[in-house]
């Protein structure tokens, strides 16, 4: 706080005041200059004798930094910073000599956005000090591209960069690769955005060779890299732009190519995992359909505990399931609902070899938009992963009947997942009609209660205390709702086309 001003002094700014009530008589006569400057020493008078005055100025600095900080509410600007500086010079000067303040910069440019330049980029991070900075850049609207001098002011400051998020077309990337380098970085999130002068200014051979923008960046653990809408040509080279980052922890790659019926040599997207598999905890993954003929190289993911698959073409994804190992795996998710819920024939058992090999202590499991994924094939899978507390059978349009009476408990059977917590059964209606019964049935089995659930607990069966049923064009009954809410159930979520209409 060296550059803080000092406190007032009290006794000449009251010296002065007194001064100024004397008498008209003994007063000279003075200029209008000095006529203004008493009436300034007067409003400093009034303003240091004020509560929020009496703070020392070291407190004030942390006072504003966690205001401008603080996630933005309802209530609060986009930028205060800019209302502290006005709203007296001593607060200005406090702000201004506060790095902390200053070391997230956040800006949207296009219709509706910030109007941002290089400029006032420069002079905003220039009074950050030496503090590590959170920089973020996205559109308003996606046809709008930033200002050439925004991105080339972050090659004054890259080497104290630590979470970077850009929102920009492929021609505005491609500038920073040769010679950005950011040591302190440890998140990175690009996102590709649509520029219709994309392709008139990136040719393949523009982008063919250039160096990875990640390869000095020895602090990175966390990446998300979303490019849409690439051609043959792009999909490969910019996926060189992330070679792969050994300590990488976080991995979020999604990849779509411009056309469905555009074929990728898969070895391009499995590098990166492949360079980074041994220190990944969290990976989600998107990729174009896969050239056919290509052998997969087997992938051994140590450390992964969250496998999240989004819109994989369903011969792609078996092939990518047979060729991993995932002994840490806790978490795994798989969204078909881009491709229609299309489901290759050899799903289930590409699951269940999967957990021979990996013997993984899976968490959570959940199906999203797999419409003709049959029950006989979930109850297959559910049998090998024992470990299963939160279960999601998200708009796959399921059999109700037989799922929920294989996951009855029955004192004298086999019980399915009997350590299930949490359950999520989302579809546009029951299969068939009026079979929301069996849902309470299952519920009220597991939870013991109901007019027949007399038994004592076993040791391995626990109570479902989480529950979301959804149906956009059906009504669960009344009766069976009653009985849901009387199961004991901690977080319980009803939604169905009644409840719709009545909102």
């Known amino acids: ?10 006794g000449q700014e009251l010296h002065k005041a007194l001064h100024e009530a004397a008498p008209l008589e003994c007063k000279p006569v003075i200029s209008i200059p ?38 933005i509410g309802p209530d609060k600007k986009m930028f205060p910073h800019s209302v502290i500086t006005q709203v007296c010079s001593t607060w200005r000067q406090v702000a201004h000599s506060t790095p902390r303040l200053w070391s997230r910069f956040q800006a949207s440019y296009g219709l509706d956005g910030l109007e941002v330049n290089g400029d006032k980029m420069f002079t905003w991070l220039s009074r ?12 308003k609207d996606h046809t709008f591209s930033p200002a050439s001098n925004v991105l080339g002011c972050l090659g004054s400051f890259e080497h104290r960069i630590r979470i970077l998020h850009l929102a920009i077309p492929l021609h505005a990337l491609l500038p920073l690769c040769p010679s950005s380098s950011f040591p302190l970085l440890t998140a990175l999130n690009i996102r590709l ?16 060779l250039l160096p990875s923008i990640l390869h000095r960046s020895p602090r990175l653990t966390d990446l998300t890299f979303v490019g849409s809408e690439l051609s043959e040509e792009m999909v490969p080279n910019i996926l060189g732009l992330l070679l792969p980052v050994s300590q990488l922890k976080i991995l979020q790659l999604i990849v779509a190519a411009e056309a469905c019926h555009i074929l990728m040599n898969p070895l391009a997207y499995l590098q990166i995992l492949i360079g980074s598999c041994t220190s990944l905890v969290h990976c989600t993954l998107r990729c174009p359909q896969w050239m056919p003929g290509v052998a997969v190289p087997d992938i051994t993911f140590p450390l992964l505990q969250t496998l999240d698959l989004l819109d994989w073409h369903d011969e792609c994804e078996s092939r990518f399931l047979n060729a991993i190992t995932v002994p840490s795996l806790r978490h795994f998710r798989t969204n078909h609902t881009y491709h229609g819920g299309f489901v290759n024939d050899s799903f289930a058992n590409d699951l269940i ?6 013997s993984a202590p899976l968490r959570s499991f959940e199906l999203v938009g797999m419409h003709e994924l049959l029950v006989d094939d979930i109850l297959s899978i559910l049998s090998v992963f024992p470990t ?20 009855e408990y029955r004192e004298d059977e086999p019980l399915l997942v009997p350590e299930l917590r949490a359950f999520s059964y989302k579809n546009a209606q029951l299969k068939p009609k009026g079979s929301d019964r069996y849902i309470a049935d ?14 004592t607990r076993p040791p391995n069966l626990h109570c479902i205390s989480k529950l979301t049923l959804i149906f956009e064009r059906q009504s669960l009954s009344q009766a069976v709702t009653k009985r849901l809410k009387n199961c004991g159930i901690d977080e319980l979520v009803l939604d169905d086309k009644k409840k719709k209409k009545e909102n």
Not at 37 to 62: D, M, Q, T
Not at 128 to 139: F, N, T, Y
Not at 388 to 407: D, K
């Open 1 to 10: 706080m060296e550059f803080y001003l000092s406190q007032p002094d009290i």
């Open 353 to 358: 070899n999967l957990q021979t090999r990996s």
């Open 193 to 208: 955005i649509r520029s219709d002068s994309t392709k008139n200014k990136v040719r393949a051979k523009d982008h063919k």
């Open 388 to 407: 299963i507390q939160g279960l999601g059978l998200n708009h796959c349009e399921l059999e109700t009947v037989p799922l929920m009476r294989a996951l």
């Open 442 to 455: 299952m519920v009220e089995s597991r939870n013991l209660t109901g007019d027949d659930n007399e038994q």
């Open 128 to 139: 950050s000090g030496e503090v590590p900075l959170d920089v973020a850049i996205r559109p």
């Open 34 to 71: 000095e006529t203004r400057s008493r009436r300034r020493a007067r409003l400093r008078l009034s303003n240091s004798l004020s509560p929020i005055h009496s703070l020392p100025y070291e407190l004030l600095s942390l006072i504003f930094t966690e205001y401008c900080l603080m996630p």
